[in-house]
């Protein structure tokens, strides 16, 4: 089943509707969807490699305009922002965000736009504590564009010898992938 899976990701990698789905991907995980981009960016990058860094400014440019919706939930749509942070499990309420901005501001989204955590958590709870616009979208262009194109060169200078390695042993590989998500997670818990 893994098998299937991982060949049917690599297809979609190569199919002719594979950018239009990494943008629409990109788009909606930054405000609403669970899916991050990295499931389509990565086998695409390892597909195409020449294309490695117009996937990455695809990934980006999608990725903050849908932060740009984020936003504006968060913003313009309260108790709709409210619900999705809930649904995301910070039913912490309105006061803690506008806190975490008032307390670390730009450092929120520096931080979290790099990391694998939601970036919807972001997007609208900057819209909740009504932070800086202009900070927000330069921002989240930095964080989203260095996350991508970084991904973006890692796997074009090593993709190839570690496509070959994961190929190779595919159920390890995925083991380990999973021991290291649940490990991210209870730490992220814990703290």
Same mark, same amino acid.
């Given at each position: 089943?893994?098998?299937? !899976?991982? %060949?049917?990701?690599? $297809?979609?990698?190569?199919?002719?509707? =594979?950018? @239009?789905?990494?943008?629409?991907? &990109?788009?909606? $995980?930054? &405000?609403?969807?669970?899916?991050?981009? %990295?499931?389509?960016?990565?086998?695409?990058?390892?597909?195409?490699?020449? @294309?490695?860094?117009?996937?990455? =400014?695809?990934?980006?440019?999608?990725?903050? /305009?849908?932060?740009?919706?984020?936003?504006?939930?968060?913003?313009?749509?309260?108790?709709?922002?409210?619900?999705?942070?809930? !649904?995301?499990?910070?039913?912490?309420?309105?006061?803690?965000?506008?806190?975490?901005?008032?307390?670390?501001? !730009?450092?929120?989204?520096?931080? @979290?736009? /790099?990391?694998?955590?939601?970036? @919807?958590?972001?997007?609208?709870?900057?819209? +909740?504590?009504?932070?800086?616009?202009?900070?927000?979208?330069?921002?989240?262009?930095?964080?989203?564009?260095?996350?991508?194109?970084?991904? =973006?060169?890692? +796997?074009?200078?090593?993709?190839?010898?570690?496509?070959?390695?994961? $190929?190779?042993?595919?159920?390890?590989?995925?083991?380990?992938?999973?021991?290291?998500?649940?490990?991210?997670?209870?730490?992220?818990? /814990?703290?």
């Amino acid at each position: 089943m893994l098998r299937k !899976l991982y %060949d049917r990701v690599f $297809e979609l990698a190569r199919s002719r509707h =594979a950018t @239009k789905a990494l943008a629409v991907v &990109s788009f909606a $995980e930054s &405000s609403f969807f669970p899916i991050p981009p %990295d499931v389509m960016l990565a086998p695409m990058i390892l597909a195409r490699p020449q @294309k490695a860094y117009v996937y990455a =400014a695809i990934c980006t440019v999608a990725s903050v /305009l849908g932060g740009i919706l984020g936003y504006a939930i968060g913003y313009f749509l309260t108790d709709v922002g409210l619900a999705i942070m809930r !649904l995301l499990g910070h039913s912490d309420g309105l006061e803690q965000f506008r806190q975490w901005f008032d307390q670390w501001g !730009l450092w929120v989204i520096l931080i @979290k736009g /790099l990391t694998p955590i939601p970036y @919807k958590l972001v997007t609208i709870a900057s819209g +909740l504590a009504a932070f800086s616009f202009p900070i927000f979208i330069a921002a989240s262009v930095a964080t989203r564009g260095g996350r991508f194109f970084l991904e =973006a060169w890692i +796997l074009k200078t090593w993709g190839p010898a570690m496509l070959a390695q994961v $190929e190779k042993r595919l159920a390890l590989w995925t083991g380990v992938g999973l021991v290291v998500l649940i490990g991210l997670i209870v730490v992220l818990k /814990l703290l």
